[in-house]
């Protein structure tokens, strides 16, 4: 008996290899949790081995990958509370997916920390397995590491190959098109600088961004081109056109921007909108036919999803150009204000 | 004339949007030009969208994700190379799918850097694309951002179903090998440690681990389970004992010692081998009529495959017992002197 106790002290202090066994308990437990209670397909396996196995997908169809890496400083402010963390870390990989018209199918998740601190970890835990579930999106496999606060996420979706969502999709005459409601999450960014108080509501906007797989979905077969405004509209646009050899004619008087801003003076709730980044919502280009089908899936997604410009032939000068009410080209001076997303 | 070149500045102004967009045209210049003289097969769409599109793999073939972090000062010293980072980065994920039987398809790349300096990229991506061309594994998206050096990548392999080595298929009675030589990764951490010199041999055993994809490959239809060696044999082969609800006895006088290592005394040399981590070979179990077999591929391959022990039935004790050359298993005393490797 006294051999036996011995050997589990023994064997105790073997497992103990470190806090970072621990650390992955918890989330293998919850992964292990949440496959059980949404039993998905392709998974044959997740935590646990060297790397998760997937089944494969239809023939018809292709796997969409992408990976977002948020550092400590430079994505989120140092002492941000770490359910926020987690939630974010997901939802902008599986705004990703959103942007190409994926369906999610799992994620890795790779983190360094500082140091193990239960609190710490139970509420990045349940931050990212709120967003996980709402999704149906499963932690397939994952490393933990000492190091500077680092959350490294790659997310696996799947979409019918004819009705990815790509940038280089776009075409001359479509329709502009963007969702939701732009400018508040640089604007929380911008007040906590400023060492101002930010409302909940707007810092939920930066902190807890919805990535929009319903309407990404829902946009199948309808938009032709689409991304996720991560470094606000007027840059990423141009990442469309480049890819699309197209330019964009933007309506600044249309852009939908966030109604919280509308205290400040309009060049800066404008330019908050055009570059704002962080907001997580689609742009995206269809053809002026769909215009009604995407005025119903507004209504039934309770999403606004506001018109705002359209693709033109690819001129020699800027891939997007800003216009005024009249319709007339603001100034080269005017477009030259406005300045790229840094995060922070 | 006039309006055209002050477009174009105003272009090249905008397009300059942070350092950042040049670091990721140095990566994906280089997999463009790798994706034009491979031809990969299921790669649809690379990096430039929101995400990578991979063609759907064989119906009876599995898809084999793995990811790892690699931090400054906890999985290299600062000032290591940065050809080596890049090379080492790649390597332990590809060892990851060389444990899985898989082959190498591709990579996601997530890069903080605390400031661009183009002679560490250079370097880095020199390091990263040798072993990427070498294996075929194509980079297919990444995320670069500014913050304390940290590498992320997710790799992605195929296995067909039925020939996959996983951790929860060793079974009683069945041999078990390891490939290499042990021991040496480990030393040159000790002796960097100890602000001795490293040669350069020992140093490249450390910075450059060979990924054993070609062993992995061998072993379809020859091992049962499978993992390769991060945290060193006597940890690792904890993972395969849980996982397959069995028990390892282990020679010691059979392990693979590296022989820069006789020099040290043979308990140094000893635990080294047993508990020093980053050796990235492969341990793995085989029916005992695949000995020969093994034999041949070892002596194809020019790599040593070394017959160490055995698996035994469950014991409510260790997970793993060393045997001494008479084949009585050492003390309990013994087994405690064995320290777990934390890497540095």
Redesign the interface.
Known sequence: LAR?R??RE??K???K??EFALIERIFSQRAAQMRQAQKPDLI??GI??????????????????????L?????FFVGTDPFAIGYKSLAVNLS??A??G?APLGF?????LPQASDRFLEAFASGLFSLAQQHGCHL????T????L?V?I?V??RVP?AQ?L???AARVGQDLWVSGQLGAAARAVQLQYQNQIVEAAMLARLQKPQARIDLGLRLRGIASS???LS?GLF?DL?HIAR?SHVSFEVFIDLLPIEPALQQLAPDKACQLALCGGDDYELAFTADAAFAHKIGQISLSLGLPLTRIGRVTAAS????VTCLDATGVPLS?RW??KLK?Y?HF
Chains 1, 2 share one sequence.
């Open positions: 036996d011995n050997r023994y064997e202090a073997l497992i290899m470190g044959d396996l646990g081995d060297d790397a998760a196995l997937l089944a494969a997908i239809a023939a018809d169809e292709q796997l969409v990958v992408s990976t977002d890496m550092v400590e400083g430079t994505h990703d997916l942007a190409m994926a890795t998740l790779a983190l360094a397939i496999g994952g490393d590491t000492r190091g500077p680092n490294c790659t696996f979706g190959r990815v790509r940038r280089d689409a991304l996720d470094d840059g141009a890819a020699a000068g800027a891939p080269r477009h030259q790229p840094e």
